[in-house]
């Protein structure tokens, strides 16, 4: 597969049981050899209330667990690129060296 398409859904996981949002996007996935890159937009747009509870979160931490349906996730980092609500998706690598923290991503 060279692109995908679709949609997909943002999801903020405060542990492995407690997610505290999920939030509709629609993803344009590259891919180039072992690279690829990733670009969102709301789907639908967010409320301001909406914007707010995302902004807080990406000040918390920038990870989320970006899910295609129920068999098919990965955990990705999230940049703001731009103000018109688009979006950049790496994928998360957990360093080895990374103290423990109590936030427990889903499995």
């Given at each position: 597969?060279?692109?995908?398409?679709g949609?997909?859904?943002?999801?903020?996981?405060?542990?492995?049981?407690?997610?505290?949002?999920?939030?509709g996007?629609?993803?344009?996935?590259?891919?180039?050899?072992?690279?690829?890159?990733?670009?969102?937009?709301?789907?639908?747009?967010?409320?301001?209330?909406?914007?707010?509870?995302?902004?807080?979160?990406?000040?918390l931490?920038?990870?989320?667990?970006?899910?295609?349906?129920?068999?098919?996730?990965?955990?990705?980092?999230?940049?703001?690129?731009?103000?018109?609500?688009?979006l950049t998706?790496?994928?998360?690598?957990?360093?080895?060296?990374?103290?423990?923290?109590?936030?427990?991503?889903?499995?």
């Amino acid at each position: 597969m060279d692109s995908y398409e679709g949609t997909a859904t943002l999801e903020w996981w405060a542990n492995q049981s407690t997610c505290l949002a999920r939030f509709g996007v629609r993803v344009a996935v590259g891919v180039t050899g072992n690279d690829w890159t990733c670009d969102a937009t709301f789907e639908p747009s967010l409320t301001g209330e909406d914007q707010e509870g995302f902004d807080f979160l990406m000040a918390l931490d920038p990870l989320f667990t970006l899910r295609f349906d129920e068999e098919s996730m990965l955990h990705v980092n999230v940049v703001a690129a731009a103000d018109d609500g688009r979006l950049t998706l790496t994928a998360y690598q957990e360093e080895a060296a990374q103290p423990a923290s109590t936030r427990r991503l889903p499995r």
